[in-house]
């Protein structure tokens, strides 16, 4: 998903903690230890551990988790994921069964990586289509605001396009002049992370958009209100930025995959901007 994190993609057992809003990484569980040692992990008496932080260990407590074991789903350098079991009773995971799920982690990572293929291939092919239809709308004669307007659905196909702001940039004067937004009230003061991206010439995509505004100084956009993911593309054509393009999600993150897609998007808008068609 493009975070430093791990997320639980599926479980089973679990009946009090709500697992899909848990992220693991650095820190002090057992996950932080199989990612710095990319192996398997076991423990007894999951709450008295002293390698364990006080909040995984009341999340234990709470499921009734005595012994824990976690074992890494290793893809060439990389651990792609963890596999956890976890017993109620004082009943230690032996070395045999470490072997064992080694072996199912193994398998299973596999897998993994042939579901990637196969959605990145579909991914592929899917981009070029829509990229097809994103040219045919820049390249026809709407205007700025409107053609904006017509690509929301179609960049929809591939990303969260539900909030949407899209902004010219006026170089001599310092400021941006609104293309289309997905939503009303924006004011040329509303900048959020848009002046960061012109001054860089680089996206900004983003797993906390609050964070990410206080982090660069800049206040958040209203059009963010209650949505935690964002990514922003600069309009570049000819070596200079002459606009911006930004998505926000609540649901769901944008990934490297959608970075790329949004900055081809962008660069044809900006060759409309720079080119606007003959009538």
Known sequence: SGSEAMVFRYWSGVHDVNTASLRVGEGTGLAAQVLRTRRAVRTGRY?????????????????????????????????????????????????????????????????????????????????????????????????????????????????????????????????????????????????????????RAQPIRTLDYLATCADEGRAPSPHAHGLRYALTAPMRAAGRVVGTLSFWSAERPYSRADEEFAAAVAALLALRLTRPIAR
């Open 47 to 199: 709450a008295s551990d002293p390698r364990i932080g006080r909040d995984y260990a009341d999340l234990a407590d709470r499921e009734t988790i005595t012994a824990l074991m976690a074992v890494p789903m290793i893809l060439g350098a990389q651990v792609e994921g963890i596999v956890y079991l976890g017993n109620q009773t004082a009943r230690p995971f032996t070395e045999a069964d470490e072997t064992s799920v080694q072996r199912l982690a193994d398998h299973a990572v596999v897998a993994v990586q042939n579901a990637r293929q196969f959605r990145g291939h579909v991914r592929r092919q899917e981009e070029l289509a829509v990229l097809y239809e994103v040219t045919r709308v820049v390249t026809g004669e709407l205007e700025a605001g409107p053609m904006v307007a017509a690509l929301q659905p179609l960049l929809g196909r591939l990303l969260d396009a539900r909030h949407l702001l899209a902004l010219a940039w006026n170089a001599p004067a310092r400021a941006f002049e609104l293309l289309w937004a997905s939503g009303g009230g924006w004011t040329p003061d509303d900048a959020g992370l848009e002046l960061r991206v012109v001054e």
